[in-house]
């Protein structure tokens, strides 16, 4: 976890809130550096969430297996990260009702490639895509949604951006 972020949510508070589960999907052991990031910016909300390695290219039935199992024990979203071809947010949006985060991982074109494959879905098949890299602003995001019907939550991402605009003007 970023040291802003450790240091505007304060941890040890909101202990009691309301659990939530957050699937975070890699497409491979080399994207952990950028999705370990989303676990821990999920850890300091305190959403309970999962880490696991599926590639949609290499291992799909492991992956649509692991999407089922993760559905059945309480996922309520799920972040993919993945660089390259980067199908396995899309690949996920297929097979589930939850809402799917696509975090591009920068590749050989920069990210480009990656970000392309995210954001150029089919029709009734969306997957909500944040910056190249951009692994904290996808667990923000899964906050906020979980957080529609969560008051604590929104309590919490309340003091996260007061905290961020008080970092601006320092």
């Known amino acids: 976890m970023d040291a802003i972020t450790e240091k505007i ?7 009691n ?17 950028i999705m370990q990031k989303a ?19 290499r291992n799909p ?11 059945g024990n309480g996922a309520a979203i799920f972040i993919a990260g993945a660089g390259g071809a980067a ?3 899309g690949v996920i949006a297929a097979h ?24 150029q879905m089919p029709r009734g098949v969306p997957v909500a895509t944040v910056a190249v890299d951009g692994a904290v602003n996808a667990a923000v995001l899964a906050v906020q949604i979980l957080a529609v019907a969560d008051s604590s939550l929104r309590a919490k991402l309340t003091k996260y951006k007061a905290g961020l605009a008080e970092e601006v003007v320092r």
């Open 9 to 15: 949510l304060g941890l040890g508070e909101f202990r």
């Open 17 to 33: 809130m309301q659990r939530y589960k957050v699937s975070i999907v890699m497409g491979s052991e080399s994207d952990r550096t």
């Open 39 to 57: 676990a821990e910016t999920l850890k300091a909300f305190g959403v309970e969430h999962g880490l696991t390695v599926a590639s949609a290219h």
């Open 61 to 71: 039935h492991t992956l649509l297996k692991h999407v089922r199992e993760e559905e």
């Open 87 to 89: 199908h396995l947010a």
């Open 96 to 119: 589930t009702t939850k809402p799917v985060i696509g975090v591009p991982i920068t590749s050989k074109l920069l990210g480009l490639d990656s970000l392309l494959s995210m954001v």
